[in-house]
């Protein structure tokens, strides 16, 4: 049996993961309690997986990502998603130069680093989709040739959530393009006063640009070398796999709630945000833990819920809750 | 020698012919037509016809079926006469043939003294305003055939009587054709014992226009009612029967279950969960397989039998919870600061060897064991612990209520004691008074 020096490991983390600290350092400059939500965002940026932050408006989405592109040097853009809204206008255009007589591509916002997809929900499904191709492969096709996009390439999209008057939902394939969906909630009374007492300031406070993209960029490696043993790739599977057959787990209640399951991209992406959350915790292998506290924002999203559940008021993450507490852990 | 053989054998005949000769004489007295259970029926009732006859011990007989009879009759090919003795098939006679073989020896009718057509006596006559009809498939139905039962059996002779069901459902005077019974002969054939033919009246059913009242809607008692017999409460009294053996079963695997047996009454053994836990570690112990360079199975093995033992003992889903998850549960379980300590640590080894490759120190392997079964065994001494004061606070709860019964009861009969010194007191002043 191969054997992983522990320490040598976790030192290795120790050391890589040193600016985790440092990037929630400043992001606590800026947001005001929501440490999950930083957290998440975190995971999202060292798994190399795209962002959906869902809340009601006001509780500092938006804030939070440009907080984050902020902190590091990168190139980020910004598209605020509007009804009119079309694909050109995110993707790029061919434009006639008179100058030269000739077509030129232009290119658009999703060129860059970070891409905040600003309340997304707000555009139909035709220009949502113009991203699919961007967050899947990370390149973009105008007319006949395809660009590559910058690496990293992260989209951090935000949404306001789908009862409320114009919006649009996102289309399954989209959604299961996100890593992670991300619910912010209200925060509490403390944390709130905190907010005012910062607004009222002279001058609200910046966060420092304090990382490269390089930076990212070997942290990610890193995350790739966190061990994930058989067991947990079982246990992750398990979980997945109740999803769309719950009977065969004697959640046999659950088979008329859900319409379909998580899909794979399920499963990878709960090990590469399992994988994620070790770094985060300094720990060079990840542990059951690590696959519960990632759970619901990689599931919620991808599991399809029946008219009944929805009759029922029957949430996603109930549905998650019982398998996670049906699911044997290793 | 020949010679005595011979004697011996015409002896032997002499005696036999004679025996059947008694029997036959006998029966000559004995023997009855055919006989009907009523004469005269309603139409669709149902009467029984018996023929009595007696035949040898091992002759074979055959009786012809009624329905058989009553078709021939309905041809009309043959008359009456047609099932005699020289008209019996001779398929029917064949097979007789057949049945008997060639050993039995046989009697005719004639000799037996069996009864023929004219020797048959006389039954009743159709009177002079009725028209007699043949009976004839249609008109008599058969409900039974004939079958053959034995009335007794005396010196070599059977006495047997034949039983068929006729019934008709067209009122008439019909002259029903009498039973064919074939018996073997020692010729290899059949003589045919013969009855008289009988007469049945079948009646429609009189109207009683006189006292026929129409059914009236919506009036009570007003429909008639058929007579109700056993055979339409059968299926009540199955599906009550069925009803109270599944309650039975119910009530009985309930019981039995509360007393800890099987539905048969056998008691079932549970091993405690404590010596399932313990054993199970001794097993991992003596298989020696961190000393093979298996820890990870047994470190494993550790684990799960401690988790199946929490979940059972402490009553919360350990299985399906993490290492830290656990050690939080079992937080508030007034666990022994140093077996908690040991048994956290040893869940910290564990989760290194499952999930981190982690190679322990043969100490940590050494001293796993040992944390698990002192955890079990504090668990068990808690749960004993626990047992004994339940038991305790229930006795004392049961004292304190007897002490306040007693005590209620004492109060009580002061009382009363109080109540008969007044009026005893009460009394005695009237008397003084009154004196």
């Known amino acids: ?330 | 020698m020949i010679r005595f053989k011979n004697i011996f054998l015409i002896t032997g005949c002499v005696v036999a012919l004679a025996a059947c000769g008694r029997a036959n004489k006998s029966e000559k007295k004995e023997m009855k037509n055919p006989t009907l259970s009523r004469d005269s029926i309603l139409v669709g009732d149902q009467v029984v016809m018996s023929a009595n006859f007696s035949v040898p011990d091992n002759i074979p007989i055959q009786v012809i079926p009624y329905a058989q009879i009553l078709a021939s009759k309905s041809a009309g090919a043959q008359g009456e006469e047609e099932m005699s003795q020289d008209s019996a098939s001779g398929m029917q006679k064949a097979n007789l043939q057949q049945v008997a073989g060639s050993v039995q020896p046989v009697q005719t009718p004639q000799s037996t003294g069996l009864p023929d057509s004219t020797s048959a006596a006389m039954v009743a006559m159709p009177g002079p305003s009725q028209v007699v009809q043949p009976a004839q498939a249609g008109t008599v139905e058969v409900v039974h055939d004939f079958v053959v039962d034995t009335l007794s059996f005396k010196d070599g002779v059977r006495k047997l009587r034949a039983k068929a069901i006729i019934t008709s459902f067209d009122s008439g005077y019909y002259k029903l054709p009498a039973p064919v019974i074939l018996i073997a002969n020692k010729r290899g054939g059949a003589d045919t014992i013969k009855f008289e033919d009988r007469f049945l009246t079948v009646n429609a059913m009189q109207v009683d226009t006189s006292s026929f009242k129409p059914y009236q809607l919506g009036v009570k008692d007003s429909q008639m009612k058929y007579p109700i017999s056993f055979s339409d409460f059968i299926p009540w009294i199955l599906l009550l029967l069925l009803l109270g053996a599944i309650a039975y079963c119910i009530t009985r695997y309930f019981k039995l279950k509360a007393q800890n047996k099987d539905f048969f009454g056998r008691s079932k053994i549970k091993v405690p969960d404590h010596v399932v836990a313990l054993k199970k570690l001794e097993k991992l112990r003596d298989e020696k397989l961190w000393q093979s360079g298996k820890e990870k199975q047994y470190f494993t093995g550790i684990t799960d039998t401690l988790r199946e033992y929490i979940q059972k003992r402490y009553k919360f889903g350990a299985m399906e919870k993490t290492s830290s998850e656990i050690m939080e549960s079992l937080k508030d379980k007034q666990i022994e600061e140093k077996t908690y300590a040991n048994l956290e640590d040893m869940f910290k080894v564990a989760d290194f060897v499952k999930f981190a490759k982690y190679s322990p120190l043969p100490d940590e392997n050494e001293n796993a064991i040992p944390a698990a079964v002192n955890f079990v065994n504090f668990a068990y001494m808690q749960e004993l612990k626990e047992q004994e004061e339940r038991a305790a606070a229930a006795a004392k709860k049961q004292a304190d209520k007897t002490a306040k019964t007693a005590a209620g009861q004492a109060a009580q009969n002061a009382d009363n004691k109080k109540n008969t010194q007044k009026t005893e007191e009460t009394v005695g002043n009237k008397k003084e008074e009154e004196k």
């Open chain 1, 1 to 330: 049996m191969e054997s992983v020096n522990i320490k040598e490991l976790n030192d290795r983390i120790q050391k890589e993961s040193a600016f985790v600290d440092i990037i929630t350092m400043e992001m606590n400059k800026v947001i005001v309690g929501q440490k999950h939500l930083i957290e998440d965002l975190m995971i999202g940026l060292l798994a190399d997986g795209h962002l959906l932050l869902e809340g009601m408006p006001g509780l500092a989405k938006t804030l939070a990502i440009s907080t984050l592109a902020d902190i590091i040097d990168a190139k980020f853009n910004r598209i605020q998603f509007t009804p009119d809204l079309l694909p050109a206008d995110i993707v790029g255009t061919m434009i006639y130069s008179q100058k030269s007589e000739q077509f030129q591509v232009k290119q658009g916002p999703v060129f860059a680093n970070f891409l905040l997809a600003d309340e997304i929900n707000r555009s139909p499904a035709k220009v949502q989709s113009a991203l699919l191709e961007a967050m899947q492969e990370r390149e973009v096709t105008i007319g006949d040739h395809t660009y590559k996009l910058p690496d990293p390439f992260l989209v951090m999209a935000t949404q306001n959530p789908i009862e409320q008057e114009g919006t649009y939902p996102l289309p399954e394939a989209q959604m299961d393009r996100f890593m992670l969906k991300v619910i912010v909630n209200y925060p509490k009374k403390d944390e709130e006063k905190m907010i005012i007492r910062m607004h009222n300031a002279q001058q609200f406070p910046k966060a420092s640009t304090v990382l490269k993209p390089e930076d990212i960029i070997r942290a990610r490696s890193v995350v790739k070398d966190v061990y994930m043993d058989e067991k947990i790739e079982k246990y992750i599977v398990d979980i997945v796999y109740a999803t769309r057959t719950p009977q065969e787990y004697g959640l046999g209640k659950l088979k008329n709630l859900i319409q379909y399951g998580a899909s794979p991209r399920a499963s990878i992406s709960l090990a590469k945000a399992a994988k994620a959350y070790a770094f985060i915790k300094r720990r060079g292998y990840v542990i059951p833990e690590d696959v519960r506290a990632v759970c619901y924002e990689v599931m919620r999203h991808r599991i399809g819920l029946t008219y009944e559940a929805e009759a029922e008021n029957v949430t996603p993450e109930n549905i998650i809750t019982d398998v996670v507490n049906v699911v044997e852990v290793p």
